[in-house]
């Protein structure tokens, strides 16, 4: 079956770097997302994903290794609109998207 | 109209009831979608449609259907709705199915079916 892993909540500190996490078993991979969520609002696109590496983009950085089944998100200089669950998700070999459940951030002051 | 509109933004619905969730985009994107998203579980594909005229089924179609007469609108329907339908709908679109194209999301409907 196809699986996306991400930890469930992460805490962080207003200022501070977080790093999130995700893993992923899928049928194929044409690409891996990062979508941000605020409670009670849509998704809006963040970052995509489709070679091994780094992708930077002001404070947010997406890393992606294919032979691990392995990205991260990178927040740097926390601030407290960041709070708001992160989503991965990995397009596969049908070209559809398979989502991870999400990572609640929490930026405590 | 400015991006994805979802109607209505929420719904309380007896059990049995039909009901039809619209949604339209201005963007003239090829692509729709629409999800349903309970917690704890990611964000599941119910139906898509890759042009105007082509539905095609996702994760999980049961108890739902589409239809894409045009470009802008992809109504979905529960034909009976039972309370396992309960979820946040949302409906989102791109230029193109597949590849690196990012899709854009309406802003939900939240459900209630008692």
């Known amino acids: 079956g196809q699986n996306i892993d991400q930890p469930t909540e992460m805490t962080a500190t207003e200022g501070a770097i977080v790093q999130i996490n995700c893993t992923y078993q899928t049928s194929g991979f044409n690409g891996l997302f990062w979508y941000q969520q605020h409670a009670g609002e849509a998704p809006t696109f963040l970052s995509y994903n489709v070679l091994d590496g780094l992708e930077e983009k002001g404070r947010f950085s997406s890393f992606l290794s294919r032979s691990k089944g392995y990205s991260y998100l990178l927040l740097k200089e926390l601030q407290m609109k960041d709070s708001a669950s992160y989503l991965c998700a990995v397009l596969d070999s049908n070209y559809q998207l398979i989502w991870g459940a999400g990572t609640k951030l929490i930026i405590k002051p | 109209i400015a991006g994805i509109t979802q109607a209505p933004t929420s719904q309380i619905l007896a059990a049995g009831r039909r009901m039809t969730l619209r949604c339209t985009q201005d963007?003239?994107?090829?692509?729709m979608y629409w999800y349903r998203q309970d917690l704890g579980l990611g964000l599941r594909l119910i139906h898509y449609s890759n042009t105007a005229g082509t539905t095609g089924k996702g994760e999980v179609p049961d108890g739902y259907s589409v239809s894409r007469a045009n470009t802008d609108d992809f109504p979905l329907t529960l034909a009976s709705a039972v309370p396992s339908q309960t979820s946040v709908y949302f409906c989102?679109?791109?230029?193109?199915?597949?590849?690196?194209?990012?899709?854009?999301f309406g802003p939900g409907t939240r459900l209630t079916v008692l």
């Open positions: 989102a679109s791109s230029v193109l199915s597949g590849s690196r194209n990012e899709q854009f």
């Open positions: 963007m003239r994107h090829n692509a």
